[in-house]
Each structure stands twice: as C-alpha cells, then as structure tokens.
C-alpha cells in the first residue's frame, strides 16, 4: 500500500462515527510530518470531491454568516439607532413595562409619527402564528437516560444513588436521603454528572444538590454532579444562565477552623469562582462575547487557560462590583468591569425582551432561541440598533409588530423561519 | 437544485469579481451544500462545519481579484476547503492526544468554540489597507462596497470605460487581499485554533 493509499484508508475511518485511537495516533504521526502534508490534503479533496450529495440540515442565520464576510472589506457605517414601543392600549396593564419604557419617551418620541404612517403600509403578513416558548427542559442522567420534563407532573421523576429528583413547581429538586452513602458512593465510582438542556423555546430552573438555584434560559445547559464533592463545587454551563449561589462552609473541628467552599461556573472562555452571589452568564456558542453580570455580592471572572491576547491584561481576572459586566472573548480576552443596567441583563428573567440601542442581529437571536424560529436576512441589516421592551408572554407576531412599528424594518413569517428585510 | 456547471460557476464568479453580493450569497450556499457532508463527518458537529463553510468563503470573498486567472473554481474552492480541513484535523488530532481533564475531552460537540474566525482582525486591516489605496482605486473600490454600485455604475459615473472600472476595481482588491496576507492571515489559514498545548 502507498502512503496515499494509506492515508485514504485513514481519513476514511477517521469518519467513522468513533474512529479508533490507533488511527488517531497514525494519522497524527502523519500529519506531523511536513512531507506528508500535500498528500493528506489531496486526499482530503478526494474525499470532498467523491461526497455524494446528502440531505443537509437547514442553515441556522446563515445570513448573518454571509454578511460578516461581506463586511470585512466594507468600512462601517455610523450606526443608526431606531427605537420601537407597543401599542399603549392594549400593554396598559403592565406598569413594569411603562417605566422600563418612560425611560425610552425621548428617543422613541420623535419616530412615532413616522411609524404610524408606515404602520398600515407595512402590515406583518401574517400567515401563521408563533406562540411564546415555555416551561421545558431535557435531563440527561450520568447513564445517557433522557427524561423530558416539559409535560411531567410534580413529583418524584427518579432515584439515584439514594437521591430523589424532584419536581415542585415545575422546579427540579434534589433531595438526598442519606449524604454519607452518596459521599461515599460518589467517590467509590467517581462524580457523577447529570446535564439539564433547555431547547430552543424553553427555559427552566432547578436547585442544585447544596441548594444553589440556577435559572436557565432559552438554549442553554448546565452541566452538574449529583452530588458535590466537600471541598469545591463545580458546574459547567452554555447559554444563559441566572445563579443564586447560597454560602457553603467546608466543616473544620472548630468553628472557626471552617472556611467556604468556592462555587465554580466554567463556560468555554471563562472560569467564575463565587462563594455566595447572585450572576448572571450569558456564553451562547453562537455568540463571540461571553457577558457576566453580577447583581449581588462578588465574584472573580478569570479567562480560561486557553485565551491569549496581545494585551496581557486582558488575560488576568477581574472582580465585579454588584451592578457590574465584564464582556469576555477568544479575540480580544477579558473587558475592565463596567457598570450596566442590570434590568437590561435580567429582563429575560423577568419575562421581557428589553433592547437599548441593541443591534438587530442580537435582537432577533434572541428571538429565535425563544420562539425557536429561524431567521434569514434579505437585506444588509448590520447597522440597526433598536431600544424598547415587549413581554416574552407575547406572539412573536407582536414582537415583530413593535419592530415594524418604527418603519425602519419589516419581516414576513413563513412558517417557523423569519424573514428579515427592509 | 443549481447547475452547477463551469459555465454556471464562470458567470457567478464574474459576478462576485464585480462585487455582486447576492451572487456571493448564492455562492455561498451552492458550496455549503456541497461541503457539508464531509465536513460534518470530519468534526461531527454542525457549528464546526458552519464554521469551516464560513472561513473557506471568505478566503473566497476575499480572493476574488484572482477569480479570472482560475480555470476550474469548483476545484479551487475545494482545494481551500481541503486546506481548512486538514488545518482542523491536525489541531483536533494534538488535542486528543494531549492531556486534558477528563470532562473536557468528553465534549466533542465543544470544538466549534476553539475555531475562531478572526473577522474582526481583518476588518481592520482592511480598513488600512482602503485608506492607503490611490485616490482612484479607493473611489471605484468605495462606490463598488459602500454604494453597491456595479461596474458599468460606476464606469457610467466616473466617464471611464467598464473594463478600466473593473480594473481599477480588482487592482484595490488585490491591494487589500496582499496586505490582508502580508499581515500574517495567510488566507488559506484564517482561522486561528484557540487552543494551545501546555
């Protein structure tokens, strides 16, 4: 057999769903060889080129992809900031929602008479309905067991190593037993991790083993053990993800031998060490920055090992102040904290979409997670940012409504996609 | 589905040359489709793929100053594409075999996150490179992005001849493509691996 030959065979079983750590290692060995280089990537070609045509998954904002592209040879454009609000007839009940917009009275002020005009010429076309998400998620048990908890009734869902899972209140519970025997039957097998996922058009929020309560939003997951080992507590998370992280003391002889054991939130750029706090964490794959926001006492944000930046600084951690953000990406490492409206950050919580200056691309993420629609881009719309607040109990029938309202913007619904253009 | 024989690609390329984005976009589509299949079973996450799709395009995008001197661009792009993916492979192949904690090896779904596309860090050097170019070449360059006026637009507006415009227009692209390389984004390497060995 040639070294071509071979090579073929390689990658070949390299795609097979779980390629062997034999030909891991062989192909690695090859790989690491400059000669080899050209041959494996004709092979690579080979094997593109031979691909038969198979059904694809539909793209996911691949607008939004083609336009980063387009935009890097284009010099930006001054933003433009366009502002939307709802009908006041129709909201009047939702006080929280009239103040959070007062704010907005002078930006919005001097569009309103141009939206109504627009208003009747740029009716949605309506020809189906989205309703809001939900209540959901999908438990992943350390064995691979899936159980949805969208439809389940309150009650004990399972047990596990002497813990009952719980639902109250459409909220995940755990309730150990007996701790001693899970102690030691956790460290007899190792810690066992369970995986809470939120779908696209759901949100949930459970107590963890040490009685944490963790909210997550629309597309996220929280990766936890099921019990946490005495002296650290450690959690991995996607998406976004609220915490009140209660305070825990590691048991010394005396009382004052005792110190706090430190909570633990990984996400893929950042570590977030707490020992009682209320965050907020917003690390969407689907997003460049990661953004946590303290509401309550402190916590520590440190880059993962893997960040590198120019500027050394960005990489070292920083400590937030409540009311405090710090944005975090792979490019450009850690920001300097900076004071935020925490109303803003929280108001997915608090059953809202609240937008100041927002670019429309974030907005209709947003958008797509909760309503779990996908949005495709007939124009270059980069350059839009929007301020104002709807109620996440509405259509996005409505949601879109208010956007269309400034006349800057208008979409069609086909479907379960949305169709953004201007 | 699009034919997608060497005259189609010829006529679609032209198109992308004079700075077409909507047949760019067609474009784009046309070779997601086509490099999907293998690209998802060489990183078994849809994100990755989406990602590998996206950075061989804009090595497209951002080469299409060279697009008359390419006789077969189905064969080019899969050549980038190859590139791409050997780049990922050899990445994803020393991660595996490094030492990691045990519960980041088991989220194979996590490599998207470590393919970085440097779009931002372009841009920037993009933006240095239009504000070098003759007076010229940057006004037939910024009327093609900004204003999306095409060729025979532009030819029409500055009272020069189309193909002069075109040149003058590609003569900027490759000013910019040349420094976007010069300034380390190899092209057929423009994702960065945010990953490194300990």
């Given at each position: 057999m040639t070294e071509n030959q071979r090579i073929l065979e390689l990658l070949k079983q390299y795609l097979e769903s779980d390629p062997n750590p034999e030909v891991q290692k062989e192909l690695l060995n090859l790989i690491n060889r400059k000669d080899s280089e050209e041959n494996i990537k004709s092979a690579i070609q080979q094997l593109i080129e031979s691909g038969n045509l198979e059904e694809i998954p539909q793209p996911i904002d691949l607008q939004s992809r083609i336009d980063a592209i387009l935009q890097v040879d284009i010099t930006p454009e001054q933003p433009k900031?366009?502002?939307?609000?709802?009908?006041w007839v129709r909201y009047a009940a939702a006080i929280i929602l009239f103040i959070a917009a007062a704010a907005y009275w002078f930006s919005w002020n001097a569009s309103i008479t141009k939206s109504d005009n627009n208003y009747n010429q740029n009716k949605l076309a309506n020809t189906?309905?989205?309703?809001?998400g939900t209540e959901g998620a999908v438990l992943t048990l350390a064995d691979g067991t899936q159980i949805v908890l969208d439809s389940l009734e309150d009650g004990v869902i399972t047990t596990i190593s002497g813990a009952e899972l719980k639902l109250t209140d459409g909220q995940l519970q755990y309730q150990t037993s007996s701790s001693t025997s899970l102690e030691s039957e956790s460290t007899s097998t190792g810690v066992l991790y369970h995986t809470l996922t939120t779908p696209r058009g759901r949100q949930f929020s459970l107590t963890l083993p040490d009685g944490t309560m963790v909210w997550l939003n629309a597309a996220s997951s929280i990766r936890f053990p099921l019990v946490?080992?005495?002296n650290e507590r450690k959690v991995e998370v996607s998406g976004e993800v609220y915490f009140e992280v209660v305070k825990k003391m590691r048991g010394g002889k005396t009382k004052s031998d005792s110190e706090p054991v430190p909570f633990f939130v990984n996400t893929r750029n950042q570590q977030i060490e707490v020992l009682g706090t209320h965050f907020n964490v917003n690390a969407y794959e689907d997003d460049e920055d990661e953004r946590t926001t303290l509401l309550e006492g402190s916590v520590k944000v440190s880059p993962q090992p893997h960040i590198h930046t120019d500027d050394i600084s960005a990489t070292r951690p920083v400590i937030l102040k409540p009311g405090q953000q710090t944005v975090i990406s792979g490019q450009n490492g850690l920001t300097k904290p900076v004071f935020v409206s925490t109303d803003e950050v929280m108001a997915w919580k608090n059953g809202l979409f609240q937008f100041d200056r927002?670019?429309?691309?974030?907005i209709m993420k947003q958008v797509a997670r909760w309503y779990n629609v996908d949005v495709v881009y007939k124009n270059n719309l980069s350059q839009m940012d929007f301020s104002g607040t709807v109620a996440r109990s509405e259509n996005i029938s409505e949601v879109l409504k208010m956007l269309e309202l400034t006349g800057a913007i208008r979409f069609r619904l086909e479907g379960r996609t949305v169709v953004v253009f201007k | 589905?699009?034919?997608f024989e060497p005259d189609y690609n010829k006529q679609i390329f032209d198109r992308i040359s004079g700075g077409d984005e909507k047949a760019f976009s067609e474009c784009y589509e046309e070779y997601r489709r086509l490099l999907y299949p293998f690209l998802f079973k060489l990183t078994k996450s849809a994100s990755a793929t989406e990602d590998?799709?996206?950075?061989?395009?804009?090595k497209v995008w951002l080469s299409r100053d060279k697009f008359s001197e390419i006789g077969n661009p189905r064969a080019w792009i899969f050549r980038i594409a190859s590139n791409t993916a050997h780049n990922w492979l050899k990445?994803?192949?020393?991660?595996?075999?490094?030492?990691?904690?045990l519960h980041y090896k088991e989220d194979q779904e996590d490599h998207s996150s470590e393919v970085f596309l440097e779009l931002k860090a372009i841009r920037e050097i993009v933006q240095e490179a239009i504000a070098e170019l003759p007076p010229q070449r940057k006004k037939v360059y910024l009327l093609n992005r900004e204003q999306g006026l095409t060729v025979s637009e532009i030819a029409q507006k500055l009272n020069i001849?189309?193909?002069?415009?075109k040149n003058t227009l590609l003569a900027a692209v490759k000013y910019i493509r040349e420094k976007v390389e010069r300034s380390g984004y190899g092209l057929a390497n423009i994702f960065l691996i945010f990953f490194q060995l300990n």
């Open positions: 900031l366009r502002t939307f609000n709802w009908s189906t309905e989205v309703e809001p946490f080992p005495e927002t670019n429309i691309h974030q | 589905m699009k034919n590998l799709i996206q950075d061989t395009m804009l990445n994803s192949l020393i991660r595996q075999n490094s030492t990691t904690p001849s189309p193909s002069t415009a």
